[in-house]
Nanobody, 127 residues
Framework: QVQLVESGGGSVQAGGSLRLSCAASGYTYSSYCMGWFRQAPGKEREGVAAIDSDGSTSYADSVKGRFTISQDNAKNTLYLQMNSLKPEDTAMYYC?????????????????????WGQGTQVTVSS
């Protein structure tokens, strides 16, 4: 059974940093494309970053240069380092796992391409 568990969310002031983690279990982690998504109140869920099975990464324009996605295959864990946080980054953040054929080389794969989702971790950035 595939399970994704996010952690690391919290409340920070603008300009601060947080690192989110997503612990994966129940499948061969390194063979999947992994992504981070976020959903703010009243808004649709949007893709933030992705890393595919070849290690290619891509980001939404709104977070480029501030967020970094990475993974530790030995620990089956996905990370999202978030720096220079802004109030508009406030949202519930989710990690997701998708098929090994997905590519993150040019842009993060869309939401519907992912098969498994975590429960989310809240990030709140105050001004």
């Amino acid at each position: 059974q595939v399970q994704l568990v996010e952690s690391g969310g919290g409340s920070v002031q603008a300009g601060g940093s947080l690192r989110l983690s997503c612990a994966a279990s129940g499948y061969t982690y390194s063979s999947y494309c992994m992504g981070w998504f976020r959903q703010a109140p009243g808004k649709e869920r949007e893709g933030v970053a992705a890393i595919d099975s070849d290690g290619s990464t891509s980001y939404a324009d709104s977070v480029k240069g501030r967020f970094t996605i990475s993974q530790d295959n030995a620990k089956n864990t996905l990370y999202l380092q978030m720096n220079s946080l802004k109030p508009e980054d406030t949202a519930m953040y989710y990690c997701a796992a998708g098929g090994s054929w997905l590519s993150a080389q040019s842009s993060p794969p869309p939401e519907y391409e992912y098969n498994y989702w975590g429960q989310g971790t809240q990030v709140t950035v105050s001004s």
